[in-house]
């Protein structure tokens, strides 16, 4: 599995790769690119072909992601 470390003044997160996924609109390209760390949460990392800004990563608490999965599971 792929890994990726996310660093910042506090701490050091690794994140392991799940999923990928992309879509392909009117000659625009997007992929989500779904990431789990240590303690469960998720992370998504969103790229888009003709965008000129950095979209920021998703970060899904794992409380969240278990309460979703229980209401539309």
Known sequence: M???IIKNSFMDVELTKLS???MHLMGE???DTIYKDTS???WIDTW??????QI???FLRKELVDK????YG
């Open 48 to 53: 888009v072909s003709n965008s000129g800004n």
């Open 20 to 22: 990928e996924t992309s």
């Open 2 to 4: 792929d890994k990726k």
């Open 40 to 42: 469960g949460n998720l």
């Open 56 to 58: 920021p990563t998703i």
């Open 68 to 71: 979703i999965i229980k209401v």
């Open 29 to 31: 390209s997007m992929v």
